[in-house]
């Protein structure tokens, strides 16, 4: 049996995983379910883990900060996340193996196969040291996000980057507006999807507002500075924000013009 551990933050995700484990993973042990890195620590402080199915996006300390301690108790980590990026190619290779959200179930098997597999060969610690840091190294460039998994409540919304028009906040939401005027509401702050999407694309400009450029029509400062997007929302620009922001749409009509 393989000691697992659960360890993601958002709660729809920690009982589906629990659930689809269970009923389709034979000789895995949930010895526990964190919604925090800090959680998950007191499990592997506590239990004998062998393996770890780990979210990279947290509030607070995202995954990544949880592979030190991992390598210290010899526990092996399968990641789960929402980003389906080019990195994500590295986590292929140089990790056990990832899960993309929503978790299709033979993909789940696949992984846990694997995990079983690799585990009973005892691999040597240093090679496995050596592949988590160069997986974190590779997983610092996000340049090239292509989708994100939206937590809709009933599952997750796959969304093309470039469908996104803005995210507005609300509290400690986030409402995405995308092209076809559908507007999905995540329990997650501004804050996360503003490190995680192309910051060559997707500026914020306010502390309630993230605007992709690529739905920018005009911006003056007749009133304050604003922005006008194609779909017709004005919305306003930050004074401490502005003169970034509009570097940003400058170095943002060079890459264009350059593409071109």
Same mark, same amino acid.
């Given at each position: 049996?393989? !000691? =697992? ?6 709660? +729809? ?16 042990? &949930?010895?526990?379910? *964190? ?10 402080? !506590?239990?004998? &883990?062998?393996?770890? +199915?780990?979210?990279? *996006?947290?509030?607070?300390? !995202?995954?990544? %900060? @949880?592979?030190?301690? *991992? ?8 990641? =789960? =996340? ?8 590295? &986590? ?65 919304? @796959?969304?093309?980057? !470039? ?12 409402? +995405? ?55 017709? %929302?004005?919305? *306003? ?9 509009? %570097? ?7 890459? %264009?013009?350059?593409?071109?």
């Amino acid at each position: 049996m393989l !000691n =697992t551990i659960i360890v993601d933050d958002e709660e +729809f995700a920690r009982s589906s995983l629990y659930f689809l484990v269970q009923e389709n993973c034979e000789g895995i042990h &949930i010895a526990g379910i *964190a919604k925090s890195v800090a959680e998950a620590r007191l499990l592997l402080s !506590n239990h004998q &883990i062998d393996l770890i +199915f780990l979210d990279i *996006a947290m509030p607070g300390e !995202n995954g990544f %900060e @949880l592979i030190p301690l *991992a390598q210290q108790y010899n526990a092996h980590v399968i990641f =789960t =996340t929402a980003y389906d990026q080019y990195a994500l190619r590295a &986590i292929k290779a140089n990790a056990l193996d990832y899960l993309l959200k929503p978790i299709d179930i033979d993909e789940l098997k696949l992984a846990v196969e694997k995990a079983d597999k690799y585990i009973a060969l005892n691999k040597k610690e240093n090679n496995r040291n050596d592949s988590l840091q160069n997986l974190a190294n590779n997983l610092s460039d996000r340049s090239e996000i292509r989708k994100i998994s939206l937590p809709n409540g009933q599952g997750y919304s @796959l969304i093309d980057i !470039n469908d996104i028009i803005h995210i507005e906040a609300d509290s400690n939401y986030s409402v +995405f507006h995308l092209v076809n005027q559908e507007r999905i509401t995540v329990s997650k702050v501004l804050k996360e999807y503003e490190e995680i999407l192309p910051e060559q694309q997707f500026v914020r400009i306010h502390k309630s507002s993230i605007v992709n450029l690529n739905y920018l029509k005009e911006y003056n400062s007749k009133n304050g500075v604003e922005v006008l997007l194609k779909n017709g %929302e004005k919305i *306003a620009v930050s004074r401490r924000r502005a003169s970034d922001f509009a %570097e940003k749409v400058k170095s943002y009509i060079r890459i %264009e013009s350059d593409k071109s």
